[in-house]
């Protein structure tokens, strides 16, 4: 059963910054690419970044780049989200997410992962 456990959400003022993490479990986390999707109320859910099996190739969202970081540490079976300069408009609930294959570089589209976490809340603050 795979698990993926997000933390690291919280109220934050514009212009701040948040990490978030995602610990992944009952699979081998370093052979898939993991990515980040985020919700607003009222929205459909987008992407925000992606990032492949080995680390060594990372996308993202037009709106966050330049201010968010994807990274991961297959030792810890964790990926992380470095937001910085972060805007009201970031405001949402964070998932993470695994690809549904193995030794991928990461996708922008949704439908390409299978397993997702519960979320946590991002708010920013004007």
């Known amino acids: 059963q795979v698990q993926l456990v997000e933390s690291g959400g919280g109220l934050v003022q514009a212009g701040g910054s948040l990490r978030l993490s995602c610990a992944a479990s009952g699979r081998t986390f370093s052979s898939y690419a993991m990515g980040w999707f985020r919700q607003a109320p009222g929205l459909e859910r987008e992407f925000v970044a992606a990032i492949s099996w080995s680390g060594g190739s990372t996308e993202y969202a037009g709106s966050v780049k330049g201010r968010f970081t994807i990274s991961r540490d297959n030792a810890k079976n964790t990926v992380y989200l470095q937001m910085n300069s972060l805007k009201p408009e970031d405001t949402a609930v964070y998932y993470c997410?695994?690809?549904?294959?193995?030794?991928?570089?990461?996708?922008?589209?949704?439908?390409?992962?299978?397993?997702w976490g519960q979320g946590t809340q991002v708010t920013v603050s004007s």
């Open positions: 997410t695994t690809d549904k294959r193995p030794y991928g570089l990461g996708s922008m589209g949704q439908y390409e992962y299978d397993y």
